[in-house]
């Protein structure tokens, strides 16, 4: 089986958050180096920064430096490498079947 490709992740992952009724911003910040590639916001108001790394790929040394810092004031910092992981992390409730 072929390894997906992270922009593929990356659709997949904002398909799924629009499915649960959020909305999945792309992230870019001109002359900021190491900022999460999305901006995650789900009903409710939780806000979250969000890596896709295909498979087996790793964090720079500036995400990583950019995720302490975003962590550090307290706000929500996830990496996904594959779709289990965005499955797992946005679960679409399943609706009861009323008739």
Sequence with gaps: M???RESQIERYMVRRV???GGICFKFVSPGRVGVPDRVVVL???E????EIKAP???LSPMQVRVHKCLK???AEVKTFWNT???DRYFPIEEQEDRT
Aim: net charge neutral; proline share 9%; no cysteine.
């Design 47 to 50: 806000v979250i920064f969000v």
């Design 84 to 86: 289990d992981q965005i």
């Design 2 to 4: 072929k390894t997906p």
């Design 56 to 58: 087996g790929g790793v």
């Design 72 to 74: 550090a004031l307290t």
């Design 18 to 20: 629009e499915r649960i």
């Design 43 to 45: 009903p409710g108001g």
